[in-house]
């Protein structure tokens, strides 16, 4: 399992560790000493929370994620135009379905956030437009392969960087990105080009697919 | 080193354009188009990065959201719902090796191409829409070897997938896995290549205007 002493990473610690100083209002861990810090203490947690709910079926486990990402999940939907006793039953059920799915959430090709994000945006779909959410086929490392950790942990620290790079956006620019996925944009108002640095993520995702569609064979 | 599928996935040319992906992401795209891109990304490893990489802003997003008061009972009351339902895990949605269609496409078809009702919409092209929520459409064409789909212009957005076979326009060839996008300053003539029909999953935003008198009939018909 990933733990403290494997995360630690130099590259872009400044401009994370500034963005850690601007962050304060959030409960994330303290910085380690000098230029080495742990690039990400909140979302490794995350992803062995979820090790722990698939394994264990560990309840203490999912209580975590839940109390984290249920509220987060409720604004999300409320933004996008759902009452809140709506908001609140929709989250629910979209945070059953992290239960249900979760020997379907791959490390290496998504943060927890990201994943719960999805499932959050296709229950509002399907509850709240009350249509279908056709979705790709799923690709699954199956039960004897699992990813590699270092994949995962690039994965995951890739995805905290995201997450900065948005906080530290201009107002107007981070506002426009919140509108397009929290809000209820139409296709020709959401403007792709959001500035954001894509490019890395988008290639440790198509790593983390040849090695998976390496082990379906 | 590479499976097939990597190799299949390679051999796709045209993908869909970040706007696309983007707005499929952020759920703003209607259900008729969101079937044409899931059933792409299933073919497709370079736009299934592409999408997964918006996700991740999309996760980001919410990752930093404010948050709302959940009720006092909501843990137990997820919890109820996963104790009903549990002993359920979703195991992975994913088309045999010889499927035509993609895993979304057969989730609505409930089949493959052996379970699609065709009507014939003249010269010989057959078509079956899919039912979806009313603020676009989707269909199934059958285009025969060698055979021109009825000049058309668009208004709107038009997003054809190829599944089977390959067809040709002026500018350029789409086989399976390829998507063309088109909007209404684009009027143009897909042919079918010869040698094996062409079947398509076409997404429109607006009904086809079909410029020729003949087809126009059929399109009344047809319903297109």
Known sequence: MLTSSTTVEETGALDAAAAYVADARRNLRPLKSGKNMVADMQETDWVAMMARVRNDRDQAAFAAIFRHFGPRVKAYLMKGGASEPLAEECMQEALATVWRKVELFDPARASVATWIFTIARNRRIDMIRKERRPEPEDLSWGPEAEPDQEDVLSMQQESERLTQAIRTLPEKQRKLIEQAYFGDLTHSQIAADTGLPLGTIKSRIRLALERLRHTMK | ?224
Not at chain 2, 31 to 40: G, M, Y
Not at chain 2, 74 to 103: K, Y
Request: with cysteine.
């Open chain 2, 1 to 224: 080193m590479n499976g097939t599928m990597e190799q299949k996935s390679k051999e796709i040319r045209h993908h869909l354009s970040d706007d696309v992906l983007m707005a499929y992401s952020a759920g703003a795209l209607p259900e008729a188009f969101n079937l044409v891109v899931a059933s792409h990304v299933s073919l497709s490893d370079e736009s299934r990065a592409r999408l997964e990489a918006f996700d991740a802003v999309g996760g980001a997003v919410l990752d930093g959201s404010d948050t709302v008061a959940l009720h006092a009972d909501s843990l137990d009351a997820t919890m109820a719902l996963i104790a009903a339902q549990d002993g359920v895990r979703e195991a992975p949605r994913a088309a045999p090796e010889d499927a035509v269609f993609p895993q979304p496409l057969r989730d609505y078809i409930d089949g493959d191409l052996d379970a699609v009702a065709w009507r014939s919409i003249g010269g010989g092209v057959r078509q079956s829409i899919i039912p979806t929520s009313s603020d676009a459409t989707v269909r199934l064409l059958h285009i025969p070897a060698g055979t021109a789909i009825p000049d058309h212009g668009h208004s709107g957005m038009e997003m054809t997938l190829v599944l089977k076979g390959a067809f040709r326009d002026e500018f350029d060839r789409f086989a399976r896995g390829d998507v063309e996008v088109a909007n209404e300053h684009l009027n143009h003539t897909p042919i079918a290549e010869e040698g094996e029909d062409c079947i398509c999953l076409a997404a429109t935003d607006a009904p086809l205007k079909f410029s020729g008198f003949l087809p126009r009939i059929a399109q009344r018909f047809a319903g297109i």
